[in-house]
Nanobody, 112 residues
Framework: QVQLLESGGGLVQAGGSLRLSCAAS??????MGWYRQAPGELRELVAL???????NYADSVKGRFTISRDNAKNTVYLQMNSLKPEDTAVYYC????????WGQGTQVTVSS
């Protein structure tokens, strides 16, 4: 069982930046990532990163968000720039597996 702890959410104005962090309870040898869920919406994939640093992004955040990881710290990050009100959501850290592991979520609110 992998425990995931997110931090870094908050309130920011449109155009601003936030950096989310997710610390895992043990080393992760494969993929880590971020999902988000806005009010009334399904949870959607935001970004993924492999242990070797290969990344994938949702089209809606490409060019604005950057996912990275520090394997020595068992931590994955999400740098969010040029934030828009439509980025408002609860952001969840993610590790695939059987079962999949989820963090508790951290709220990101972007005001107009």
């Amino acid at each position: 069982q992998v425990q995931l702890l997110e931090s870094g959410g908050g309130l920011v104005q449109a155009g601003g930046s936030l950096r989310l962090s997710c610390a895992a309870s043990r080393s992760i040898s494969s993929i880590m990532g971020w999902y988000r869920q806005a009010p009334g919406e399904l949870r959607e994939l935001v970004a993924l990163i492999t242990s070797g640093g290969t990344t994938n992004y949702a089209d809606s955040v490409k060019g604005r968000f950057t996912i990275s990881r520090d394997n020595a710290k068992n931590t994955v990050y999400l740098q969010m720039n040029s934030l828009k009100p439509e980025d408002t959501a609860v952001y969840y850290c993610y590790v695939p597996g059987a079962p999949t592991s989820w963090g508790q979520g951290t709220q990101v609110t972007v005001s107009s």
